[in-house]
């Protein structure tokens, strides 16, 4: 089994996607979540760039890493400078890390117009750079910036560039499609043209402007590159860079190329949700592999198939890569889909308790609910259809339905000014293990505001509602004709530590629509709380 080594620049190049920004701690965390998976080289930052970076590879030394070498990021000397006096690269230097990365032009028409200096000089800077930081006892990476682009404009001083690299010592050359436009098959005809030219290893280091970051970092490895830069779930400049996630499920699953350590894939989803949550940022459900989305099946005829085999309508399983198949329930759901979602629950044989489920899910459609977003809501029906359902044995495992607190009443003020911002305020008043909670919370709107107190009040006898939050909330019209009376449709998403979901509320009143889901998403979480301390 042939080895592609994994370079992840999430710490660096993700950071630098719009609104991406991570502490220092959050840097270290992703760091060792990394390492764990047998992830090879963890580029830190550049040195010289912030005093965060810099205290990053102060602090990264006290992390017991087990797998993964720490890289620092920095450019080439300065034209007409020695390298023995450069900043950037004392910088690098002084980061003492195993492995330096040294980014340099291969376009020239960057090295005329961008650095002003002449080619012989550009391809001196980077041969005394490499060279200067292996005397120093680091392995060094070249990264060739622009080169595709580099390469179509003058392949012969683009080649000149990589191997002035390479013949100072660079352990690996990095082919970078810097602005992300080239296509596949030429990808592919290059490395495979740099691969035959130089002695050392090749990587790819591609962005997704033309959304072909992943297929243009495999056509490279197939052509010969050894290395893929990128990062965690795609985050990056402009349109991105290539999304690790995928290019390593690829390698490993459709090629069969050794990436990561041995039972890594199976943590990928966990990884992948994990850097959104550092990186403070709503994971995409349609993501292959690791998506809320990527297994979900909707309608009758497919999920009917799949129950009977997977493969249907999957080309891997979920469990491969640490998701899950989701069969969504909707008006086009019939006892197929009923049993397939419950299938965890192993009400398989009871078709009348299926049916009583299914028709409770038709009547509240009929009312304006959709579960296909709110597969909490649905798993909370199930238990509620389930409770009084005698002749099914329940799964151990399951949970049946009974209420985490009463809820006697709730209030929202909103108290306009003629000169600032309104000010909300949510009151609850719940019963919970029979004793009576009144609380207050004001925030930035009813929901807000409804959600603090609800929270306030129960999370002294629930304390493991503090690692839950709300991340989405959608409002539909479900009957626009109707106008000011319309009902309509709240869906809300939360998420933990570990796990995201959906519930739904219906109502004439969008503060009652929306009370209905929060309470949805509470009862679920603390279930879902229950039955893993169970297992």
Same mark, same amino acid.
């Given at each position: ?37 047998? $992830? ?19 602090? $990264? ?21 020695? *390298? ?41 800077? %980077? ?13 060094? !990476?070249?990264?060739?910036?622009? /080169? ?19 013949? =100072?010592?660079?352990? &690996? ?14 990808? =592919?005809?290059?490395? *495979? ?29 197939? =052509? ?20 690790? %996630? ?31 949550? @550092? ?5 995409? #459900?349609?993501?292959? +592999?690791?998506?809320?989305?990527? !297994? ?46 419950? &299938? ?12 009583? %489920?299914?028709?409770? $899910?038709?009547?509240?459609? #009929?009312?304006?609910?959709? /579960? ?8 909370? @029906? ?11 044995? $329940? ?9 985490? !607190? ?23 008043? @719940? ?22 107190? @609800? ?5 002294? +006898? ?19 004709? *109707? ?25 004439? #009143? ?13 009862? +679920?979480?603390? !279930? ?8």
């Amino acid at each position: 089994m042939s080895r592609v080594s994994i370079y992840d620049t999430t710490l660096r190049d993700g950071s630098q996607g719009e609104g991406v920004n991570f502490s220092l701690q959050d840097k270290l965390l992703l760091t060792k979540r990394l390492d764990e998976i047998g $992830v090879e080289y963890i580029e830190g930052g550049y040195p010289l760039s912030n005093p965060k970076d810099f205290e990053y590879f102060q602090a $990264v030394r006290g992390l017991d890493l087990k797998h993964a070498k720490v890289c620092a990021f920095g450019m080439t000397r300065r034209k007409n400078a020695p *390298a023995e006096t450069d900043t950037c690269l004392k910088a690098l230097l002084d980061a003492h890390t195993p492995v330096v990365t040294i980014v340099g032009k291969t376009w020239d028409f960057h090295v005329t117009e961008v650095l002003g200096t002449t080619l012989d000089e550009n391809c001196a800077m %980077i041969a005394d750079s490499v060279q200067y930081c292996k005397a120093q006892g680091r392995e060094v !990476f070249y990264d060739a910036e622009h /080169f595709f682009d580099g390469y179509r404009a003058n392949p012969e001083y683009a080649l000149r560039t990589l191997k002035a690299a390479a013949g =100072a010592g660079a352990a &690996a050359v990095i082919l970078c499609d810097t602005n992300g436009g080239t296509m596949p098959e030429r990808v =592919a005809e290059v490395v *495979a043209i740099v691969t035959r030219a130089l002695p050392c290893e090749v990587g790819i280091h591609c962005h997704n402007d033309c959304e072909l970051a992943v297929a243009n970092s495999l056509a490279a490895v197939r =052509a010969g590159a050894t290395q893929v830069q990128g990062t965690m779930n795609g985050i990056g400049e402009r349109c991105g860079n290539v999304d690790l %996630i995928s290019v390593i499920a690829n390698l490993a699953m459709k090629y069969k190329y050794d990436v990561l350590k041995p039972g890594s894939l199976t943590r990928l989803t966990e990884t992948s949700r994990y850097a959104y949550e @550092l990186a403070n940022m709503n994971a995409r #459900n349609g993501q292959p +592999f690791v998506g809320h989305s990527a !297994f979900a099946h909707k309608g009758g005829m497919h999920t009917h198939a799949v129950a009977k085999d997977p493969s249907t309508y999957e080309h891997i399983t979920p469990e491969a890569v640490g998701n899950e198949r989701r069969i969504l329930v909707s008006e086009l759901s019939g006892h197929s889909t009923i049993l397939s979602k419950t &299938a965890k629950y192993q009400m398989n044989h009871d078709k009348a308790l299926t049916t009583k %489920i299914l028709h409770a $899910v038709q009547d509240l459609e #009929n009312v304006g609910y959709e /579960f296909e977003a709110a597969e909490a809501s649905f798993d909370l @029906l199930v238990r509620k259809v389930a409770k009084d359902h005698k002749p099914w044995q $329940v799964d151990k495992s399951l949970t049946l339905y009974k209420p985490w !607190f009463e809820r006697i009443s709730y209030r929202v003020n909103i108290e306009a000014r003629a000169n600032g911002t309104p000010i909300t305020e949510g009151t609850v008043r @719940l019963k919970v293990a029979g004793v009576v909670e009144h609380t207050a919370s004001e925030g930035d709107g009813p929901v807000n505001a409804l959600d603090g107190a @609800l929270r306030k009040a129960l999370v002294r +006898f629930y304390p493991r509602l503090e690692e839950m939050q709300l991340v989405d909330y959608k409002v539909r019209v479900v009957n626009p004709k *109707a106008g000011t009376a319309a009902k309509v449709r709240v869906v809300i998403e939360s998420r933990d530590g570990t796990d995201v979901w959906g519930t739904v509320g219906v109502s004439e #009143n969008i503060i009652e629509a929306s009370w209905l889901a929060l309470c949805d998403a509470i009862e +679920f979480k603390l !279930f879902k709380d229950v039955e893993r301390d169970q297992k």
